[in-house]
């Protein structure tokens, strides 16, 4: 059973950075891809990022690519997400989901954790 933990948003000011984390619960996390999510209030669900279980792959949407990047640290049992460069619309709820690949994208394993808010906006 993987559980995951989102951490790390807040409030910061359009052109400002935060890094987001995904703690898992058991060191088995290199089994799996790693997703990046975000939902704003009256929005779809976006996928935004993605890491291969390895590390040694990622992919981007066009709404955030070249601003943020994903990362991983298995030892640790994090995956991060540097965000940078943020913008308005990039308020929303983001999520984190093991996968069992990204490309092509496989079934999400477990359940959507709580997220973590981040708000930009001056």
């Known amino acids: 059973q993987l559980q995951l933990v989102e951490s790390g948003g807040g409030l910061v000011q359009p052109g400002g950075s935060l890094r987001l984390s995904c703690a898992a619960s058991r060191r088995t996390l290199d089994t799996y891809a790693i997703g990046w999510f975000r939902q704003a209030p009256g929005k779809e669900r976006e996928e935004i990022s993605c890491i291969s279980s390895s590390g040694g792959s990622t992919n981007y949407g066009d709404s955030v690519k070249g601003r943020f990047t994903i990362s991983r640290d298995n030892a640790k049992n994090t995956v991060y997400l540097q965000m940078n460069s943020l913008k308005p619309e990039d308020t929303a709820v983001y999520y984190c989901?093991?996968?069992?690949?990204?490309?092509?994208?496989?079934?999400?394993?477990?359940?959507w954790g709580q997220g973590t808010q981040v708000t930009v906006s001056s």
């Open positions: 989901a093991a996968t069992l690949s990204c490309v092509p994208r496989g079934p999400r394993v477990g359940s």
